[in-house]
C-alpha cells in the first residue's frame, strides 16, 4: 500500500494535483445519498463529541457498519455516530490521501472544513501562522 508523503498533501500541491472534494453535507445518513461504485472519504461525529475520518467504496454499507458498532474499534465505544460531512472521489488514491490529511488535522479545523469546506481552513497551517501569512 503506497502512503502519501508530507510533500504530496501541501498547499502547493493540492491546487494543482488533487481535486477538491465534492461532498455533501448530510446530519442523517440516508440510503439514497451514496453511490455504491465511488471511493468516499466521511467524517462521523460520536456520541462524546469527538470526530472519526475513514474511507470506504460503499458509504452506506460502512455507515451501517458503525451504526451497528461493527465498524472500528474507535468508533465501537463511542455509540451513536452521525455523518458530518463526506466526499465522493473518482480514484480511490485521492480518497486515501484526503482522508490521511484529514486524519492528521485537529479537531477545530475538521469542524470548521464540515462546515464550510476548504476555504473554512485556509491559513490554519502552522507553517502559515508562523509565517503570518494566516
Known sequence: ????????????SETKRRPEPCGIR??????????????????LECADGTL?????IDLERRLAQHAAGEGAAY????????LRWHAEFARIEDAFQWEKRLQGWS?????????????????WSARERREGKG
Not at 442523517?28 to 465511488?38: E, G, I, L, N, S
Not at 472519526?52 to 470506504?56: A, D, E, K, L, N
Request: hydrophobic share 35%.
Open 1 to 12: 500500500m503506497h502512503y502519501p508523503s508530507r510533500g504530496a498533501l501541501s498547499e502547493r
Open 26 to 43: 448530510v446530519s442523517q445518513p440516508t440510503a439514497t445519498a451514496y453511490r455504491h461504485d465511488m471511493p468516499h472519504v466521511y467524517m
Open 52 to 56: 472519526y475520518v475513514g474511507s470506504t
Open 75 to 82: 468508533t465501537r465505544r463511542r455509540l451513536p455516530v452521525t
Open 107 to 123: 479537531h477545530a479545523k475538521r469542524l470548521a472544513f464540515a462546515a464550510g469546506g476548504l476555504d473554512a481552513v485556509r491559513g
